[in-house]
């Protein structure tokens, strides 16, 4: 029996289950913890990345996770963040403010790893390289994991 009744909900349901199971397996058995996570990150590789590079990446998302990508998205902001690792941290640090401390860094490469394992790896080094250098060496060698 499906879960919603349509398909194209219950499959993104049970993608987004896998990609929040393996952020758990790092970060503890809290899901609404890896909802965060997942979140933060994205928005904070959103927020620098061009345009057609953030939409090609937002395409690979499961549907569900697409929707949280592009909440609170101000494209207007995108010329003004600043690119340094150290405000991409802070970003996540700020989304994960009213959750149980979690170490920044790791959630960020946690999240990479996801992506690494899901996305096709074309994108995954379009969307690496399109990241300045401090902030692409969180995200591990994706021919690692294909």
Known sequence: MSAT?????DKTLQITNTWLSEIMSEHGPDRQLAWHILGAVLHSVRDRLPIEVSAHLSAQLPLLVR???YDQFVPAKLNSCERSQGAFLEQI???LSMSRPVNVEDAARTVFRVLNHYLSPGEV???RHS??????GL???PSATH
């Open 131 to 136: 990241l300045p250098a401090d902030i692409r």
């Open 67 to 69: 929707g949280s990508f």
């Open 125 to 127: 080094v379009k969307v």
């Open 139 to 141: 995200w591990p060698d």
């Open 93 to 95: 640090k700020q989304e």
């Open 5 to 9: 009744g349509i398909s194209a909900f």
